[in-house]
């Protein structure tokens, strides 16, 4: 009884917080919402019993993807409204299309009948004497662990292309170098000052002496040894 | 478990990611020791493709067997060539970086994996692995427009076919219950035929990959992508993809999805039919070499794809045979392509090569070799990839598509003579740059592949026969 008064409520603040995510006119707003619905969508999981996909879903889409999107729109000047002006001019054809399609699914759809032999070759049977988290487990690392394997492989191809199309030496790059660091004595960097009672920095001229205007990027820079070029 | 099944692929994986950490880590330009341990890595891995066993692991989802042999040795050739004429191309365009192979090795370990899947998902992922790494690789010269604009064009209607690809394996699974080769075509034998569902799934996969080996009407991009694709890119992407995504759709149509050939070879000789005739007349007016290139690659994937559409044994002995010919014409074509240089500059222009058999006569007669190859002279190995095709067909009745194909061959032998015509007959442009010896090399061997096919053919119809039995067995 709970649980079916549980599943409606989240359904309807599911589906009501969905509803929001495309129209708030805010984006700010609709990531909110999008957050809202993937909680909700977790405790749809939950009731079902599927607790291990409930907790993915909070850590993956709430804590990271969610959170990517809120920083991409905040940070980057995307105008949305701009974005929205071509959706109702090609509303009526796409909804066109989307009619005819969905005539056609239909068409296929009443024709769905399961092969005879589908039954039995299956191949993922709810596991009885198993957690959920563990029968994921075993599809995941063991049965497919070739795929799996093969997926890491296409994410190490993705991120070698995102560095090598974007990626450029600067020639005004700071790097560390601990050679340098290591070499450096006190008597460089420390001045020993009597300082007066009552005086301000102002007037005892504690503040070190800018160094020299050097070309490039001196000024954000007061340690003598960082404005040098690279 | 037996993994060893698959050990070409891991091997070759774990050598992509040693030459990756290598090139990190080495002080000065690591491209070239790259490039010589990527050749090498494809080396070890042929050795190891011809000795693992036949057998299939990993739960179904990965096979071995005569047919996926033939295949990797066929893809790990095609992208050594390409490789090896990456070298002084990229050196001499500014983009000679160590990435360059690791992502090629990639793509190969995708070709791989895909032409071994006994599961749509393993099918699906090699294909990704794949297609990505091209899609970097195309990008590759990231400061000219024309090579982002082709990568972008490739990227967006690749990820537009693996939606389709994607959709229909759903269907697929959807009505069949399995996305395992093995358990579809048991599943699918049942009498009474297929579901209508089920049939519009195979369609969808089957348009996911002919948008693969770029077949009408699915090869929009083909142009595109090969005119902008820095050239070495462009030549890899003629060859080992084509032949992956070939052996693909041979595989997937005839063993999991044999039992409804009836479903879809109509489909199949549409296609091939389109291709043939559109590779044949788009090319006629083409005055851009890479971009004739492109359609002629549409029309010789449209023969390859008449055995296919015959059905028969023969019909994929004489597609896997016309590949194997198909990519060293290729290959040797792109050579002297990349040989087009003059005063340190690209050119592309068919008029560009006027009177080249006076200035370069060695290069010359390579392209016409390979020209006359393409047209289906004989004796020149291109005749006898089209005589297999062409005979498979005959065999199984399917007239029309013969005819139609002898016809486009006459049609495509205009704009491949013409070019010799224009090399042997017009007045002479300036000279060209010297060749670097490694084009001149992969010229060399290539061409002598073309011309001596016909004295050591027997071996390779022999393994393409096995291959084919598999597939019909």
Redesign the interface.
Known sequence: MIATIGFYVFAVILLASATMVVTARNPVHSVLFLILAFFNAAALFLIAGAEFLAMILIIVYVGAVAVLFLFVVMMLDVNFAELREGVQRYAPVGLVVGLILLFELG???T?????????E???SPTPTALSNTAALGNVLYT?????FQ??G??L???M??A???THRERGTARRQRIGRQNARQPEETLAMLNVALGAGIDEIGILRPLPDPAPVGAESHALPHAAEPH | MNWQI?LPEIVL?LSG?AI?LFGVLYRRDASVPCNMLTLGAFLVAAFLVLSTPDGSG??D??VVDAFSRFVKILILAGAALALMLSFDYNRHEGIA?F?FP??IL?AV??MM?MVSAANL??LY??L??QL??L??VT??N?TAIRSSEAALKYFVLGALASGLLLYGISLVYG??????FA?LA???N?PGGA???LV?GIVFVIAGLVFEVSAVPFHMWTPDVYEGAPTPVTVFIGTAPKVAGMALLLRTLSTPFGHLSLDWRLLIELVSLGSMILGALAAIGQTNFKRLMAYSAIGHMGYTLIGLAAGTEAGLRGALIYLVVYVFMNVGIFAGIIAMRRHGRVFEQISDLAGLARTDPALALAFAVFLFSMAGIPPLAGFFGKLYVFLAAVQAGMWTLAIIGVLTSVVGAYYYIRIVKVMFMDAPAPAIDQRPAMVSFVAAATGLFTVFFVLFSAPIVAAAQAAAQVLFG
């Open positions: 068409l296929v759809l024709g769905w009948h399961f092969a005879p032999s589908a039954a070759i299956r191949m049965r497919y662990i070739f795929l093969l997926a492989l296409i190490l191809v993705a070698i292309g560095i090598v199309l | 698959a994986a990611m990756l990993y739960g989802l990965f970086r990435e690791v992502l990639f370990v995708g994996t998902m393993t992922l090699g990704e692995l990505i790494s899609y970097v990008a590759f990231r009505f069949a219950g399995s996305t395992s358990a048991s599943a699918l049942a579901s209508p569902g519009v």
